[in-house]
């Protein structure tokens, strides 16, 4: 059995476009920190509506972070549920939640039509359907779901009768598409409305005012009369909205089955942490023989799982006891969400105050329909035209009934300083194998060491720049990665993914 690939086509959608550096000021209308759907469609929207949209992202490449791991589901059934929604922020709310993530549906079908995107843009049936014995969450949906308005039906049996025998509810008018090539075709589009992109530039300082500004470790200073900060967290603010996202893995495998013999729809589960399925089917790859059956979920705090890996296995195994012709798995990858306290994303006017800032963050597992409703909310605030969500995106929020996972969440992150006052992973760096990494601790502090493939030690300061977590190895990514607020960085200790904007300063080994 061969090795899966962790490099399927949509995980660097635009490698081959490589933005020049900014070593130069420049001055221009809006400033967009971040490259993935959010960024890009902000970007296009505001090009279109005639503004000049300069976009600066740490990638070589647009769509080079988070946005590379989507699965692509297009869903205005909310991944927390709208008994969830409904509980804490009250009806009306659950209602504009619907609504305006099958506006972002809309856009993204509007955007593929007018731009030519050919990316397999379709519409689909969604369907939530129990974990075994959880029927009655079923009802509870359906009751929440009916009353704001939502087109749902209850059906008595799941159409992929694999998965179970019912009741689940299905959501009509929601979509999928191939991500890479939509990616690639909103780049496009946005490029040729006359916004300049520029890559391997990341964001240092952003301040507000008129103009606002934001410096970048290129040597470049962006002048603009408004700056997005629409990176996957927020990279630009210390505290403010940090207490109020949590990051989470999400794991994903993909393999083929036979053509057909799983429907084309998008298909998720009751459980926690739940599963997801959704087809890559004629429609992506015409010429295939085999439709490939893509299976997520597993989800996990960021760096707080000392064996990742095994979540690809419970994926495996998921699907496996329950789709037979499931062939062997070909690729697999995970990817970092963001979790909030109500299951809607964090998008407006920047919460610490900051004069002509404005963040996107938040995508609670629905990053293609929250990038683009932030791109739709967005630029509405910054032309000044009324919108209907502005109050329930607002990034300054703190509902009063999500208070408990409020503490629960501040607990969990508290927790992990208290890495400082443990040992290491190993006693000694020569306990290290090949390829891998350990905390070891020295002295008062700790060291990230990893042994490269050739035996040569590369070490760092465990501490992560951010606010002084302690980091942890994944063996599964090769990565270090902080369990309180989600920064990544490579086994070199380079900064892969914020909030931290620095790398993990270098020790002596």
């Known amino acids: 059995m061969s090795k899966p690939s962790t490099d399927p086509a949509w995980r660097d959608p635009l490698k081959d476009v490589?933005?020049?550096?900014?070593?130069?000021?420049?001055?221009?209308?809006?400033?967009?920190?971040?490259?993935g759907i959010a960024g890009l469609t902000t970007a296009y929207l505001l090009a279109q509506a005639g503004r000049f949209v300069v976009i600066i992202d740490a990638n070589n490449s647009p769509g080079g972070g988070e946005t590379r791991f989507t699965t692509a589901h297009l869903a205005s059934a909310i991944d927390n549920r709208f008994t969830e929604v409904v509980r804490i922020r009250g009806k009306e709310c659950a209602r504009l939640a619907y609504q305006s993530h099958s506006a972002a549906i809309d856009r993204i079908e509007s955007i593929c039509r007018s731009e030519n995107i050919d990316c397999g843009f379709r519409r689909l049936d969604g369907h939530l359907f129990p974990a075994p014995g959880?029927?009655?969450?079923?009802?509870?949906?359906?009751?929440?779901?009916?009353?704001?308005?939502?087109?749902?039906?209850?059906?008595?049996?799941?159409?992929?009768?694999?998965?179970?025998?019912?009741?689940?509810?299905?959501?009509?008018?929601?979509?999928?598409?191939e991500p890479s090539r939509y990616t690639a075709g909103l780049f496009a589009a946005a490029a040729h409305a006359g916004v300049r992109f520029f890559g391997k530039t990341r964001a240092r300082d952003v301040d507000g005012g008129s103009p606002a500004a934001v410096r970048t470790d290129r040597g470049g200073t962006v002048h603009a009369g408004a700056i997005v900060v629409a990176t996957n967290t927020p990279v630009h603010t210390r505290f403010a909205m940090h207490t109020k996202i949590a990051p989470y893995m999400t794991y994903v495998i993909a393999g083929p089955v036979p053509r057909g013999s799983v429907p084309d729809g998008l298909f998720w589960d009751t459980a926690d942490p739940?599963?997801?399925?959704?087809?890559?089917?004629?429609?992506?790859?015409?010429?295939?023989?085999?439709?490939?059956?893509?299976v997520g979920g597993a989800d996990h705090k960021a760096g707080q799982d000392s064996d990742p890996g095994r979540r690809w296995d419970d994926l495996e195994a998921w699907t496996r006891g329950r789709f037979t012709s499931f062939g062997e798995v070909q690729y697999r990858w995970s990817g970092m969400v963001m979790e909030t306290l109500d299951g809607l994303g964090h998008i407006?006017?920047?919460?610490?105050?900051?004069e002509n800032v404005y963040v996107a963050t938040g995508d609670s597992g629905m990053g293609m329909t929250h990038g683009t409703i932030a791109g739709i909310l967005l630029t509405d605030l910054i032309l000044g035209v009324p919108n209907p969500w502005v109050d329930l995106y607002a990034p300054s929020r703190l509902p009063v009934r999500a208070t408990g996972e409020y503490i629960s969440e501040g607990a969990n992150t508290a927790a992990q300083y208290t890495d400082w006052i443990t040992g290491g992973d190993v006693k000694s760096p020569d306990e290290i194998k090949p390829g891998m990494g350990a905390v070891v601790r020295r002295g008062l502090t700790k060291l990230a060491v990893?042994?490269?493939?050739?035996?040569?030690?590369?070490t760092r300061s465990a501490v992560c720049p951010h606010l002084g977590c302690i980091v942890r190895w994944n063996p599964a990514e090769r990565t270090w990665d902080c369990p309180c607020h989600g920064s990544r960085f490579q086994a070199t200790g380079e900064v892969i993914h914020g909030p931290s904007t620095a790398d993990l300063s270098k020790a002596e080994s």
């Open 274 to 294: 739940y599963h997801y399925i959704r087809l890559i089917s004629a429609a992506d790859q015409p010429n295939g023989p085999m439709d490939k059956l893509v």
């Open 450 to 458: 990893y042994r490269d493939e050739s035996g040569g030690l590369h």
């Open 134 to 177: 959880d029927v009655k969450m079923i009802e509870k949906e359906y009751d929440a779901a009916t009353a704001i308005g939502c087109d749902v039906r209850r059906l008595e049996r799941v159409p992929a009768p694999e998965l179970g025998p019912g009741p689940c509810l299905q959501f009509r008018r929601q979509g999928t598409l």
């Open 18 to 35: 490589k933005g020049p550096p900014l070593t130069e000021d420049i001055t221009c209308d809006v400033c967009v920190v971040g490259a």
């Open 348 to 354: 407006g006017v920047d919460p610490t105050g900051e």
